[in-house]
């Protein structure tokens, strides 16, 4: 038996009620949650907002009670048949899918979360590379070269290190975003793509 997860390392999990068959609500979980959920009597899920383990109902007290588990025939979404203590959706409704969809949206919204930017960020530094607008300060950067490159890199891994150290939380994500996007550049330039760093990642977990 596989799990596969996405891109964020989640799994999608919809929570069914086991006696009425109504479709609860839609979560993720990671593998510490499904451990949790698994191991437990209770559901746990990951709360990509708060980058944490939910335990779903903490608050509440409209806790998910595992009945059963199913993993789909792909194994990338589970399916959890939970007999719940109370509504499910935070609203006070049974279910979190209670709004009607008669036609169209009306607008679209898109959610960013997590890395997904890098690969974004990656896109972009490679259409500068193309391009070479004269405004741009990445182009420039690669007109420069793979030398003042890496020096950057070096001086953005410092000042990181440094904020770290000195308990500087405010700026520490400003140098950590800078670190990251000199690294993009430098991945650029070098001809290699995200891609081998995260496979290379995947390798070693453990």
């Not at 698994?38 to 806790?63: P, T």
């Not at 420069?144 to 290190?161: D, L």
């Amino acid at each position: 038996m596989k799990v596969k997860l996405n891109e964020q390392g989640l799994l999608p999990a919809i929570a069914q009620d086991i006696n009425t068959g109504q479709v609860l609500m839609l979560g993720y979980m990671n593998p510490g949650s499904l451990k949790r959920t698994v191991e437990g009597v209770q559901v746990w899920f990951y709360s990509r907002s708060r980058e944490d383990l939910w335990h779903k109902g903490e608050v509440s007290g409209n806790y998910l009670n595992l009945r059963e588990a199913w993993l789909d025939c792909d194994g990338d979404t589970i399916l959890l048949k939970v007999e719940p203590d109370g509504p499910t959706c935070h609203t006070g409704e049974t279910s979190c899918f209670f709004t009607a969809l008669d036609g169209l949206p009306d607008e679209y919204e898109l959610t960013e979360s997590g890395a997904g930017i890098l690969d974004e960020l990656f896109g972009i530094i490679r259409d500068r590379k193309r391009d070479q607008p004269e405004d741009s300060y990445t182009a420039k950067l690669l007109q420069e070269g793979i030398g003042r490159i890496a020096q950057k890199v070096i001086e953005e891994a410092g000042e990181s290190a440094i904020a770290a150290v000195q308990g500087d939380t405010e700026n520490l994500p400003k140098e950590i975003a800078d670190l990251l996007y000199h690294s993009m550049v430098l991945l650029a330039a070098s001809g290699v793509t995200p891609n081998a760093v995260w496979d290379e990642l995947r390798s070693r977990r453990r």
